[in-house]
C-alpha cells in the first residue's frame, strides 16, 4: 500500500471480472509465493513469459501446501527453494532454480521458514533476471516425488509409540502452528521445546518430574524442555513441575 501497489482480493481466481482485470494489465510475468491454490488454466496463459512459484523444497520432494514442516517433521537434514513455471498440476512444472539449505538440528518451522524466505527472495530475483536474458533453461522434474499436505489441528497429538525422535522433530516441525500437544487427565498440554536421548521407558509414561521432565516413548526417553498448559503461559518443565505433584508413573495417554 505504501508502494501505492493495486491490490486484488477475489474470492475465486475464476471470477470474469477478476480475469478482465488481471488481463488489462497485460502481465509480462506472474509470480506466486505460498498461495496455496491450483491457478486456473486461463491465468497460466495469460502473461507472456508464464506464471512463476517460489516453492519452499527442493522438488520434487514435498510437493504442496506444508513443504517446510514435513521436512523437519521427517527429519530432513537438507532442503531448499525450487523455482518453476507453473503448469496445471501440484507443484509439477519445470524446475528453473534451485538452492538448497541445512536443516539445524534445533530448528523449527519458524525458525527455517525465516531463513527459506531470505533464500527465496534472493533465488526469485535471480530467476526473473535469467528468465530476462534467456539465460536459463526448463528443467523437467525428475525422481520420485512426496507430498506435503496442509497440517490440520489434530495432527499435532503426539503419539507416544513413535521413537524420542520422531516425536521431536515432530514438535519442531509443528511449531508453532499447529503445535504439538498431549493431555494429561483432561488438560490439554502444548509441548513447545523437547530433547530426544537414548533410553528405556513405556510409551507415553512419566519416567521422571523432578529436576526433569522425563516421558518414555517406543524408543528412547523425550525429556521436555518447555510447554504450555491449556490457557496459560509458555514455561519451561520445572517451573510447569513445581506448580504439580506428578508421579513417576503417570501416563500422559489422553481423555
Known amino acids: 500500500l505504501e ?5 486484488f ?8 471480472s477478476f480475469l478482465d482485470e488481471l488481463s488489462s494489465l497485460s502481465p509480462d510475468i506472474i509470480v506466486v509465493v505460498a498461495y496455496g491454490k491450483i ?20 522438488l520434487p520432494k514435498y510437493r504442496g501446501a506444508a513443504p517446510i514442516q514435513w521436512s523437519i517433521m521427517n527429519g530432513e537434514k537438507i532442503t531448499g527453494i525450487t523455482t518453476m513455471y507453473m503448469d496445471e498440476g501440484l507443484d509439477t512444472g519445470d524446475i528453473l532454480l534451485q538452492e ?18 531470505e533464500l527465496g527472495a534472493s533465488v526469485l530475483l535471480k530467476t526473473l533476471k535469467g528468465i530476462g536474458d534467456a539465460s536459463l533453461k526448463r528443467i523437467p522434474q525428475t525422481g520420485t516425488p512426496s507430498y506435503a ?10 503419539l507416544w509409540s513413535k521413537t524420542a525422535y520422531q516425536i521431536a522433530n ?27 536421548s537414548p533410553g528405556a521407558g513405556i510409551p507415553g509414561r512419566i519416567e521422571k518430574a523432578d529436576e526433569e521432565f522425563m516421558i518414555g516413548t517406543g524408543e528412547g526417553v523425550l525429556t521436555i524442555i518447555e510447554l504450555q498448559p491449556e490457557g496459560k503461559r509458555v514455561m519451561n518443565a520445572q517451573e510447569f513441575l513445581r506448580g504439580r505433584r506428578l508421579e513417576e508413573g503417570v501416563f500422559l495417554d489422553g481423555p
Not at 173 to 191: N, S, V
Request: charged share 25%; with cysteine; aromatic share 6%.
Open 3 to 7: 508502494q501505492h501497489c493495486r491490490i
Open 9 to 16: 482480493q477475489p474470492s475465486s481466481l475464476k471470477e470474469g
Open 170 to 196: 515432530m514438535v519442531r516441525g509443528m511449531y508453532p502452528w499447529p503445535g504439538a500437544y498431549c493431555y494429561l487427565g483432561q488438560e490439554r498440554i502444548k509441548i513447545t521445546r523437547v530433547r530426544p
Open 149 to 158: 499436505p496442509p497440517l490440520k489441528m489434530e495432527d499435532g497429538r503426539i
Open 100 to 117: 538448497s539449505v541445512a536443516i539445524e538440528d534445533d530448528d523449527t518451522s519458524e525458525t527455517l521458514g525465516r531463513r527459506l524466505a
Open 39 to 58: 491457478l486456473p488454466v486461463p491465468v497460466l496463459r495469460l502473461p507472456s513469459y508464464g506464471c512463476i512459484n517460489v516453492h519452499a523444497s527442493l
